[in-house]
């Protein structure tokens, strides 16, 4: 099921036009001078979403990982999400 669903998301999410706005935005990740090409995106988002989906076997809690712009989040209920954030803003308040 794990596998499944991290597969379904490589194949559905759209490396090409994330490639785009990097280009656009003459992104470049730290080790390399130039932007990363679509199998790189598509390696990382694997890499990414296959340590989430092995964290929520250890912990059976939410995990998230970012890495180059992408965010892969797994909920405690086996929902999986793979994100790529340009522009974000968050305030967490401490109880």
């Known amino acids: ?42 390696q990382t988002a694997e890499q990414l979403l ?9 912990t059976s809690d939410q995990s998230t990982e970012e890495l180059g712009g992408f965010v892969a989040t797994i909920y405690d209920n086996g929902d999986l999400r793979l994100s790529f954030v340009v522009e974000n803003y968050e305030v967490v308040h401490e109880d």
């Open 50 to 58: 296959n340590m989430v989906s092995n964290s929520l076997f250890t």
């Open 1 to 42: 099921m794990k596998n499944a669903n991290v597969q379904q998301i490589l194949a559905n999410f759209d490396f090409e036009k994330v490639r785009k706005v990097m280009e656009l935005l003459n992104w470049k990740w730290v080790d390399s001078e130039k932007t990363p090409t679509i199998g790189e995106l598509y």
